[in-house]
């Protein structure tokens, strides 16, 4: 896998995500009734909704391993979300090197986003499902077969490549989800709670998986979980969310001696 290749920091500045409220009419059902008292109950609003990330501003060299940590609602998935162009700022910039985002299509930002739940086509073999990404790009077979069996060497799943998504355990399917994003060869991989479905001893197994990874392509790595230990085993720096904003910033070798202070 390519490493030498230059990849961008990224600048996030002043970034804010509002999402408008819950439209309830006449003859609303009782769900979007529901959701909008929920919304009007939480703890950040203005007269056009709900804020889920609060002037956020960051610096993170290409390269890095950062750990996004927080609890349930905290905006940290938004975040991530905002930095893939899958969700556009309300306000606010995005910069990948000197290159201004917003706006940008997703399939523009080189980013690759691997979520909790595994998103794998059923009907397709772990080889299709891994090659899926590269099919829109026409690339030649023998391209395409050298890349899939690259990320799947990497990801020690190599014997995997004939079966069924069905067949396989939720560590292996997880897998399976990281090498569809490796052979993007993204700049940015951006994982949202990844292993929480899995059982302790897996998540372990696979986050040691994550580092050697990491360490092997030299990409840009953000990780959101709600876990400090798992944050912190994985990471390089770890960014605390609370309430759609940005409490803390350390590195993870002081997140433990600075958490009283």
Not at 135 to 152: G, W
Not at 227 to 246: H, K, N, P, Y
Not at 250 to 256: D, E, G, K, N
Request: hydrophobic share 40%.
């Amino acid at each position: 896998m390519e490493q030498n290749r230059s990849r961008p920091d990224i600048e996030v500045k002043e970034l804010v995500k509002i999402y408008p409220f819950v439209k309830v009419g006449i003859f609303a059902r009782k769900k979007q009734k529901e959701i909008l008292e929920k919304q009007q109950a939480m703890p950040h609003l203005t007269n056009e909704g709900v804020i889920a990330v609060q002037h956020i501003n960051l610096s993170i060299p290409a390269g890095s391993f950062v750990s996004i940590l927080g609890p349930s609602g905290c905006g940290k998935t938004t975040l991530l979300r905002m930095l893939s162009g899958l969700e556009k700022p309300s306000a606010g910039e995005v910069w990948f090197g000197e290159r201004l985002m917003n706006g940008l299509p997703p399939e523009e930002w080189n980013a690759a986003m691997v979520f909790q739940t595994y998103n794998l086509y059923p009907h397709l073999t772990v080889f299709d499902n891994i090659a899926f990404p590269l099919r829109s790009l026409h690339m030649p077979r023998e391209e395409l077969e050298e890349t899939v069996l690259e990320a799947a060497g990497l990801l020690q799943m190599d014997h995997l490549l004939d079966r069924l998504p069905g067949d396989l355990s939720g560590g292996e399917q997880q897998r399976v989800a990281i090498g569809r994003a490796i052979v993007r060869k993204p700049d940015v991989f951006l994982l949202d709670e990844p292993f929480s479905n899995l059982d302790a001893p897996l998540r372990s197994s696979l986050g040691s998986a994550i580092k050697k990874l990491h360490a092997s392509l030299g990409a840009t790595f953000l990780y959101v979980t709600h876990d400090e230990r798992e944050a912190v085993s994985l990471g390089e720096r770890i960014l605390v969310m609370e309430e759609g904003t940005l409490v803390r910033d350390v590195p993870a070798s002081q997140y433990f001696s600075t958490e009283a202070q």
